[in-house]
Nanobody, 124 residues
Framework: QVQLVESGGGLVQPGGSLRLSCAASGRSFISYTMAWFRQAPGKERAFVASIRWTGGSTYYADSVKGRFTISRDNAKNTVYLQMNSLKPEDTAVYYC?????????????????WGQGTQVTVSS
């Protein structure tokens, strides 16, 4: 049984930083792609970034390029999302997701496993 548990959300001022973590368990993730999505109130859940567990290739939504960095720690089975230069429009619930296969996939329906989400609020 795959489990994804997010942590690290909170309240931050515009221009600030946060690091989200996603602890993955239940199987080997060698052939998996891990991703972060976010859902703001009244909006669809949207792709943020992804990383191939083996090799580490990454892919980002245009809205976060240059500000967010996705990474993974193989030893800890954990994926991170470092978020810098945060803006009020980054406010959302952030979800960790996993799928078997390549990393250049942004559709929500392509990801089989999901975490419970962690709230990020950017406000002064």
């Amino acid at each position: 049984q795959v489990q994804l548990v997010e942590s690290g959300g909170g309240l931050v001022q515009p221009g600030g930083s946060l690091r989200l973590s996603c602890a993955a368990s239940g199987r080997s993730f060698i052939s998996y792609t891990m991703a972060w999505f976010r859902q703001a109130p009244g909006k669809e859940r949207a792709f943020v970034a992804s990383i191939r567990w083996t090799g580490g290739s990454t892919y980002y939504a245009d809205s976060v390029k240059g500000r967010f960095t996705i990474s993974r720690d193989n030893a800890k089975n954990t994926v991170y999302l470092q978020m810098n230069s945060l803006k009020p429009e980054d406010t959302a619930v952030y979800y960790c997701a996993a799928r078997v296969g390549g990393s250049y996939v942004t559709g929500r329906s392509e990801y089989r496993y999901w975490g419970q989400g962690t709230q990020v609020t950017v406000s002064s």
